[in-house]
């Protein structure tokens, strides 16, 4: 969580301008800036809206841009036609392509600088792949200088957000949760950032109020925030957000990882002998901001879900 904003903003508006300007002077139709890790291909800043969206999730295994890197044509003439590209899926509708890769700044993959059409194009020459080239390059070089200021950046982020703490629970407070989410939509926004949201709610907390007084309900919330601190992974930011409900944001988790991760949370109250209920949803690029909202959105109605099976066992 220690991203300049400015730097993120820098390449996000970089990398917009790219795909307008390809948009405009190439015969393709849809231009993205996407990030790939290995498992899915997310589309970030895309210009053109006939076959690319923003936050378009696409398994990478079934991709074009796979294709690209494993050795095919960047150039796609007719993927009907081509037979690296005809047995995806999408070539029915994705008829061309052209495609170069962006690397992190340790020359690992980023994602790629991809262009799709509707219909197939007359020659390879209509696209100029050393001019793709040469903005992935440059979309590459802005990466580095990113990952750079992160390193010096060190922890600003995450000091401001501890400054707000919760009183009870010592954890954060949401002025402390909004700190950390503003930084987090920049990231997810701008480089597509992987990362997800639980949202943990304590069973029967009222009752133990009723029955026991509050003083022993702010025991409960105490030894629930305690096995939440001690659970904490570096990176992560765990808060009180509401009367008995706790919120994670797990950094740098992929989609596959996040419940194994959200277990881990979970297990730690579990243990601390604290009955819960938790949700879990990645944080996805979407075509605005909001997006760690829609994932609080989404582990609540999780949340909400298990909640009510546990309460009809």
Known sequence: MDVPTT???????????VVDYLRAHTCLTDWSVSRVDGVEQVHLHVSGDQLLHVGDRVPWEDTFCRRMLGGAAPVVIDSLRDPDYGGLAAAPDVRSYAGVPIREDDGSLFGTLCGAGAKPIGSVDDVDT??????????????RLVRAAARHQGSAVAAAALANTDALTGLLNRRG????????????????EH?????IDLDGLKAVNDIHGHQAGDELLRTAAAALRNA????????????????????????????AVARRYTAAIE?????????????????????????????????????SVRKGA
């Open 177 to 192: 949760w909004d700190i950390v989410v503003a930084d987090v939509e920049e990231r997810v926004a701008a480089l597509g």
């Open 7 to 17: 730097d993120l903003k820098a390449f996000a508006a970089s990398a917009e301008t």
């Open 130 to 143: 050393d001019l793709l080239r040469v903005f992935a390059d440059l979309l590459s070089a802005q990466i």
């Open 232 to 259: 904490t992974r570096p990176g992560d930011a765990v808060a009180r957000y509401g009367g008995d409900e706790f919120v994670v944001y797990a950094d740098g988790v992929p989609i596959a990882e996040l419940d």
């Open 271 to 307: 243990d601390a002998g604290v009955a819960a209920s938790a949700g879990a949803a990645p944080v996805v690029p979407t075509a605005g901001q909001d997006c760690v909202v829609r994932a609080i959105a989404d582990a609540d109605a999780i949340m909400y879900a298990m909640k």
């Open 195 to 199: 990362g997800g949201v639980v949202v």
